[in-house]
Structures are given as structure tokens and as C-alpha cells.
Nanobody
Framework: QVQLVESGGGLVQAGGSLRLSCTAS????????MGWFRQIPGKERDFVAA????????YYTDSVKGRFTISRDNAKNTGYLHLNSLRPEDTAVYYC??????????????????WGQGTQVTVSS
């Protein structure tokens, strides 16, 4: 199985940018497709973006299209979520997930087999 660790969160002003990283260990990341979700207290974990194992296919929730970019570097065993033009409503804990159906971009939380511990993103107005 694979272990995932997120990093790169922090406090940023509205309009700013961050890059989140998701580093895998235990198994090679190229064995998995990946996704990013976010969660605010008292709410469900919401889909943000997904990417296939090769990086050829990506998918985004409407609210982040044109602002966020998901990518991966399998040689570094790391996935990324680039957050641009951040808004206060983007404030959440961001989680990366992985699943074995490598050619699929899955938007449902229950489709993911492995999760990181999350990283906090706070956007001030």
C-alpha cells in the first residue's frame, strides 16, 4: 500500500497562490491515479481535482476551473495542486487521495483507497 503526506498549506491573502504537494512512500505513485479534496469543519469532504496515473487526463470541480491546476511528477513520487487567484471561500483542509484505477478521474470520496493527513489552507480577505 501507499502512504501519502501533504505539505505546502498556509495563510495567504486573497488573490495569492500556493502549491500543495502530496508525496508518496511505500509504493510507486505511478501505480495510482490521484485526487485532491477539501473539507471545512462540519461539512463533507468535497472533490477539487483529479488526475490519471500518467497525467494525461485531469478533471476539476467548476469552482476551481481556471484557478487551480493538478499535476504530478511520478519520478519524484509527488503530486501537486497549484492554487492561484485564491478566494476566502477556498479556505479548508486539503487532502490528497489515491486509488488503483489508474485511468479514471474519480470525483467521489469513497472511490479513493488511500489518504493523506491533510494540510490547512487559509485565505484572508
Amino acid at each position: 500500500q501507499v502512504q501519502l503526506v501533504e505539505s505546502g498549506g498556509g495563510l495567504v491573502q486573497a488573490g495569492g497562490s500556493l502549491r500543495l504537494s502530496c508525496t508518496a512512500s511505500g509504493r510507486t505513485l505511478s501505480s495510482y491515479a490521484m485526487g485532491w479534496f477539501r473539507q471545512i469543519p462540519g461539512k463533507e469532504r468535497d472533490f477539487v481535482a483529479a488526475i490519471t496515473w500518467s497525467g494525461d487526463t485531469t478533471y476539476y470541480t467548476d469552482s476551481v476551473k481556471g484557478r487551480f491546476t493538478i499535476s504530478r511528477d511520478n519520478a519524484k513520487n509527488t503530486g501537486y495542486l497549484h492554487l492561484n487567484s485564491l478566494r476566502p471561500e477556498d479556505t479548508a483542509v486539503y487532502y490528497c487521495g489515491a486509488h488503483r484505477w489508474r485511468e479514471l478521474t474519480i470525483t467521489q470520496e469513497e472511490g479513493y483507497e488511500y489518504w493523506g493527513q491533510g494540510t490547512q489552507v487559509t485565505v484572508s480577505s
